[in-house]
Every structure is written in structure tokens, then in C-alpha cells.
């Protein structure tokens, strides 16, 4: 059975930036990353590939240049790569991203019978989370989010086993293969790619398949399919924070004022 | 299908045990600012078991009817027949704006209704608003929070939004007002789902693996400038002081100072407590990402350039390992003088 990983790439949130004057997002130089919550979700597949004998693969809807980030996973040791990459895909929102991954999800799944899916809890650029329930929901799979601990695996009985994490407590939770499987950073500790993986992955071929591939609807995709449209970008201004006291001379009466403040301003209280 | 064929404004009344969440009457309030901007209708919808008390708590909160499904069937929060029964009195009642709390439980359900009914989703927002054109405004902090986007639904119906919790008032509540309760049955059998609930487990009773960060009101988190684990027992006292818990940045988990289950940011646990105490913390953007919503951050560094000074409400300029202790015997000493 085959376990596919939703990967993305990322600009690395440290350079972001507006440009003040057309409040665009600045993108040059703006180095790109594996986003970091997809490594738990490479790293977890790989160690069930060790654990049960799964095949894995992993998929990234992106840019050509996006193919750097596949070979990260395939030097991780995912067996195969997938990008998916076509300019009518790109200006994407949720439900136009999580339509492509799951039409490239089904065209996996006729090759080998797909277990699960596995996703990183969100993205850092748009952080919705919602990627993942949108592939559980267009392929009817179970969906699991917020998984912190895959307790078992049961292939012949199609079932998975897993923990969740939830505001304020855990939940064990039995389901039905296959499942959407969105896990927490908890889960694991990423691993680093040994060289001699690192230098296969260099040279591996990575597949890239087009619309002309998936054979989606140019009205279902990219910005066209996108239900919802960015407006207004803006930065966010915070007011100048208020000092308190003289911290360096005197930090014990620094230390009274702020606690004082919090007790005036209802903040606080003894 | 024309847009005019929605209309009215939906808040999901998210519950556990039958006790709602408080982030759903927060979004009472805001959809009632909505609802009178549209001249339309504030409902919400109760979903559960044994729930129907909640509804008459959304009147009193300002709704003017409840839509409830209540049934076994809910008893643990599952993906599928909530998803499924919230689609069903979508596509029955047509409601033009449906609100959720971006918590665990909104945000897992939010995006499995919109992608059923193929409509548009904005998650996480931070403010509301109505345009011209009577399109909902949805704000919201993207790339690690650096950047504000205002997002529409121009076209596709209900317009759906996820809301974080405290980013709205909580409303005035008001036990005399009443509403009308709209009984429907449950969408879905249990023998129709996949997924079981084994086992429940709060977090808090758990042993010292697990450290329930995002319910605390009070986070003390220490940086790199904390120097050594003999001088974290210092936050923890203040901490203890003030009933609140202790936190770390990365650098802080690198530099073995602090426990990795204490890490706040991008790649570890995200909060928003009420006070949020940034001891020796510089405030790199990961960092931010994980406590920026917190309502009253509190700069303790001595390097007033230090990014964390840009999103902090008030600041000492100061060694944190000073200002600190000085904090928790002034906390003990004003709670001796109450007690007396």
C-alpha cells in the first residue's frame, strides 16, 4: 500500500516583507524552504515505511523551481516525487490547492492502493490548516487532523489507530483506511538526510505532471477556481510599546510599576 | 444560483460536554454587528447531545433563532457527521455568512463544510467587516503574522470565515431575551461512520510530558537572555506567583535551558493567554508567530532594538534576571498585605 505526502514551498517567513510604496510582497531574494510543518509529515511516513513496508510518495504543487524541495524528501527517503506544476495552477486558494492534490492523489491510486495521506498541520505562508480537510473531504477519506502519535496500523483490516491533540486534551481515535492524516509537531524529531541519500536525491528524475496530466476543468484551477480573493495586503502596525521605570538602575522599581500597571489596567490582580 | 438567494448570518456554537466554547458567543457579538450592517437575521447552530440548553444561551447572547440537531450521534465531536449535517442545513436554510472559532474543532470542521459545498474559506481572521457591495471583509495575520490580508467571496455562498478566539468582545448577555429553536434531525447514522472515539484524556492529568500551555492566562516564557536552567527556576517562581505557567523560545530548548515541551512559536506550541511575559527574549519572527495574539505581551531585555519591543504593550529596559525576582516578591508581598 502507498502513503502520499502533501509537501509545500515556502518562503522563509524570517525575509518577508512589504514594499512600502505599492504594498506588494517583496519575493527576490526571498529564500525558499520546505515548509517546516511537511517535514513531521515526510519523517512520519518514512518511519511507517519502516515500521508496516509502505511505499511512499511525495507530492508538491509549486513552481518548477519547487522541485528542490521533492528531492529534500527523496534524500528523507521517500521512494518517489511527484511535482505538480503548471501555470494555470498557480494563484491557487485552499479549495482550488486541495482539488489538484487530489486529482494527482487519485492518479497514484491507480497504480497501488493509497493507505493515507499525510500533511503537516499547516503551511507558514498562509497557515489556514485546511488544505488537508479539503483532500479528506473530496475523496471521502477519513479525516484526522491534530495527530500527534499513530498508534497502529492494521492493513488487512483497514483501520489506523491514532492520538489527537486537542485544546486542553487528547483523544484516541479508531478509523477507517483511507485517512487523512494532519500531524503536529509533537509527533516525531525530523531526521537529517544522510549524504549518500542526499547525493541519490541530487541525481534522481523528479516527475512533473501539467494539467495536461490531471485533465482538470481551467475553471476548477489556479486563481480562476479560487472562491475567495485577496482584497488588501497591509502591514501590521503595532503602537510604540511603553517603557516602564528605569530597568537598568533601578529593576526593582521597574518591577513594581509594571506589576501596578497590569493591576490597574484590570490586567492582573492579587 | 443567485446570491440574493443567501441570506442571514450563522454562528456555529462549538460545545464539549454541552458547555460552549466561549469563542462562539464572541462571534454572537460580532454577527450581530453584521446582521444589523445587512439588515438580516443572527441564527446560530446547536449541534450535540443534550444541547438544547445552549440555545436558549445564544438568545440570551443575541441570536434570534437556533438552528439544533440534537442527536447521539454527536456526542464526541467527529469530522464527518458534523460536516455533513452542518452542509445539510446549509444547503436547506442558506445563510450568507457562516462564522466559526478558529480553535481545533472549528478549524477541522470549518474546512471540510467548505470544500463540500465548494464555497470560499477564510481562516483564522481577525476582524469582520461589511463593503459597499454587502461582501463580508475578512482580515486576517498571514506569513507568520508580518503581513495583514483582507480577503472577500466574491461570488461562491455562504461566505465562510474562521474567527481566533479573543479577537472579538464577548457581547452583554441577556437572560431575558428569546428566539425561536428550528428542531432538525441529525444527517447521518451511526452505523454509516468510519471513525470511533476510544478514549478521552484532558490533557492536564497527564504526567510531565505534557504541559497544557495554550488554556494558560498567565505565560512567563524565558529566552536565551535567561542564561542557564538555575536561573529558569526563577521565571517558574514567578510563575507560581502570579498563577501562571512557564514558556521558551528555541533558543532557549538549544541553549538546554528549558524542556522542548515548553517551546512556544512557528514549529512548537501556539498561545494567547491574557499576559505574556517575554524574559530575555529577542523576538525572532518564528518566535512571534507563536504568542503574537496573546492580549498584553510584556518586554523584559535590555536591548530596547529587539524585534519583541515591536509587539510589546509595555517594556522594561532591563537584565530580566533581575527584574524578574524583584516581580515575584513584589506579587507576595502585595498578596501578605491583602491577606492581613
Not at chain 1, 504543487?61 to 518517489?80: F, H, N
Not at chain 1, 492518479?107 to 479539503?134: F, H, N, R
Not at chain 1, 491534530?146 to 488487512?156: G, S, T
Not at chain 2, 514549529?267 to 504568542?291: D, F, N
Request: hydrophobic share 40%; charged share 20%.
Amino acid at each position: 500500500m502507498l502513503i502520499v505526502v502533501c509537501i509545500k514551498e515556502v518562503p522563509d517567513a524570517a525575509y518577508i516583507n512589504l514594499n512600502p510604496v505599492n504594498g506588494r510582497l517583496i519575493r527576490e531574494g526571498v529564500p525558499c524552504i520546505l515548509n517546516p510543518f511537511d517535514a513531521y509529515a515526510l519523517e512520519e511516513s518514512i518511519k511507517l515505511k519502516e515500521k508496516y513496508q509502505f511505499r511512499v510518495a511525495a507530492i508538491c504543487m509549486g513552481p518548477p523551481s519547487a522541485e528542490g524541495t521533492l528531492r529534500k524528501a527523496l534524500a528523507m527517503g521517500v521512494d518517489e516525487v511527484v511535482l505538480l506544476s503548471d501555470p494555470a495552477f498557480s494563484g491557487a486558494d485552499v479549495l482550488a490547492t486541495s482539488l489538484v492534490l487530489s486529482a494527482a492523489i487519485k492518479k497514484l491510486s491507480e497504480k497501488d492502493e493509497i493507505a493515507m495521506v499525510l500533511c503537516g498541520k499547516q503551511t507558514i505562508d498562509g497557515a489556514t490548516g485546511q488544505v488537508g480537510p479539503g483532500i479528506a473531504t473530496r475523496l471521502n477519506y477519513s479525516q484526522l487532523t491534530l495527530v500527534d502519535r499513530i498508534e497502529n496500523v492494521d492493513q488487512p483490516g483497514k483501520k489506523i489507530t491514532v492520538r489527537r491533540m486537542v485544546d486542553g486534551w487528547y483523544e484516541t481515535i479508531e478509523a477507517t483506511l483511507p485517512a487523512m492524516v494532519s500531524v503536529v509537531p509533537q509527533i516525531n524529531h525530523p531526521r537529517e538526510p544522510a549524504v549518500r541519500m542526499q547525493m541519490m536525491a541530487d541525481r534522481a528524475q523528479v516527475t512533473r505532471w501539467d494539467n495536461t496530466v490531471l485533465q482538470l476543468a481551467a475553471q476548477d484551477i489556479g486563481l480562476k477556481g479560487s472562491p475567495t480573493q485577496v482584497r488588501k495586503i497591509f502591514s501590521q502596525t503595532m503602537p510604540e510599546s511603553e517603557i516602564l521605570g528605569d530597568g537598568i538602575s533601578d529593576p526593582e522599581g521597574a518591577a513594581r510599576s509594571l506589576i501596578d500597571t497590569l493591576i490597574e489596567n484590570d490586567i492582573f490582580s492579587v | 444560483m443567485s446570491d440574493l438567494d443567501y441570506q442571514g448570518v450563522w454562528v456555529f456554537i462549538e460545545q464539549k460536554n454541552g458547555a460552549a466554547a466561549a469563542v462562539s458567543w464572541e462571534l454572537l457579538g460580532a454577527g450581530a454587528e453584521l446582521a444589523k450592517t445587512l439588515d438580516v437575521e443572527l441564527s446560530a447552530v446547536v449541534i450535540g447531545d443534550k444541547v438544547e440548553h445552549l440555545c436558549q444561551e445564544a438568545f440570551s447572547y443575541g441570536a434570534a433563532k437556533a438552528y439544533l440537531m440534537d442527536d447521539p450521534v454527536f456526542h464526541y465531536y467527529r469530522t464527518e457527521p458534523y460536516y455533513k449535517s452542518v452542509c445539510q442545513l446549509i444547503n436547506k436554510y442558506k445563510p450568507e455568512i457562516v462564522l466559526l472559532g478558529s480553535t481545533s474543532l472549528g478549524r477541522d470542521l470549518a474546512g471540510a463544510v467548505a470544500t463540500e459545498l465548494k464555497t470560499g474559506l477564510t481562516e483564522g481572521c481577525t476582524k469582520l467587516g461589511i463593503d459597499e457591495k454587502r461582501l463580508l471583509l475578512m482580515t486576517r495575520p498571514a506569513y507568520s503574522g508580518n503581513i495583514m490580508a483582507t480577503v472577500v467571496t466574491e461570488h461562491a455562498r455562504p461566505q465562510m470565515a474562521t474567527i481566533r478566539p479573543r479577537a472579538m468582545a464577548m457581547p452583554e448577555k441577556d437572560t431575558n431575551r428569546r428566539g425561536e429553536i428550528i428542531r432538525e434531525p441529525a444527517a447521518i447514522r451511526e452505523e454509516s461512520i468510519g471513525v470511533k472515539v476510544l478514549e478521552v484524556i484532558d490533557s492536564s492529568q497527564q504526567g510531565s510530558g505534557t504541559v497544557n500551555l495554550t488554556n494558560a492566562e498567565i505565560i512567563i516564557c524565558g529566552g536565551r537572555g535567561v542564561q542557564s536552567k538555575e536561573n529558569f527556576q526563577l521565571l517558574q517562581d514567578l510563575a507560581d506567583a502570579m498563577g501562571g505557567k512557564v514558556a521558551c523560545t528555541r533558543a532557549a530548548v538549544e541553549d538546554e535551558i528549558a524542556p522542548f515541551n515548553l517551546w512556544v512559536g512557528q514549529s512548537g506550541v501556539t498561545v494567547r493567554p491574557k499576559v505574556y511575559i517575554a524574559c530575555g527574549v529577542s523576538g525572532a519572527i518564528q518566535h512571534l508567530a507563536g504568542m503574537r495574539d496573546s492580549g498584553v505581551i510584556i518586554a523584559i531585555n535590555y536591548d530596547r532594538q529587539a524585534p519583541i519591543y515591536e509587539v510589546s504593550t509595555y517594556g522594561i529596559e532591563g537584565d530580566c534576571l533581575q527584574v524578574v525576582p524583584a516581580m515575584t516578591n513584589y506579587v507576595k508581598e502585595l498578596r501578605a498585605k491583602k491577606a492581613n
